[in-house]
């Protein structure tokens, strides 16, 4: 696991020493039905940015006991790693690669919203 960890971070993949963060920005939100969403926005994998979207399930909202709002979400969207300028790959003996094309990424995410202190 760990020398799996150390080359994802080499230069041969992500580059961390040189671009420690990959960031999403939206741009815009469409609701698509009453618990679907898609968010669209901008992608940046070692500084390389790309317009891609998130098909995004709303899971639900409620309040919390201290009356904080809650919202869960779940978001995947697939990208191509090549334009992303990954392109380390290792043939196979057995023919093929090593390292598929495409990055299948799900995100789940809890919002909350805090509720308005109480005056006295």
Excluded: C, Y
Excluded at 16 to 44: M, N, W, Y
Aim: no cysteine.
């Amino acid at each position: 696991m760990a020398d799996r960890d150390a080359h994802l971070r080499s230069a041969d993949f992500f580059d961390v020493e040189r671009f420690p963060e990959i960031t999403f920005t939206s741009k815009t939100v469409t609701r698509d039905s009453s618990d679907r969403l898609t968010v669209a926005g901008e992608l940046t994998i070692k500084g390389v940015t790309r317009e891609v979207e998130l098909d995004v399930e709303v899971l639900g909202q409620a309040k919390d006991p201290w009356g904080n709002e809650r919202a869960a979400f779940s978001a995947t969207t697939s990208v191509d790693r090549r334009e992303f300028g990954l392109t380390w790959n290792q043939a196979l003996e057995t023919g093929g690669v090593m390292v598929g094309d495409r990055i299948e990424s799900t995100i789940d995410v809890e919002a909350v919203r805090q509720a308005a202190p109480q005056v006295a």
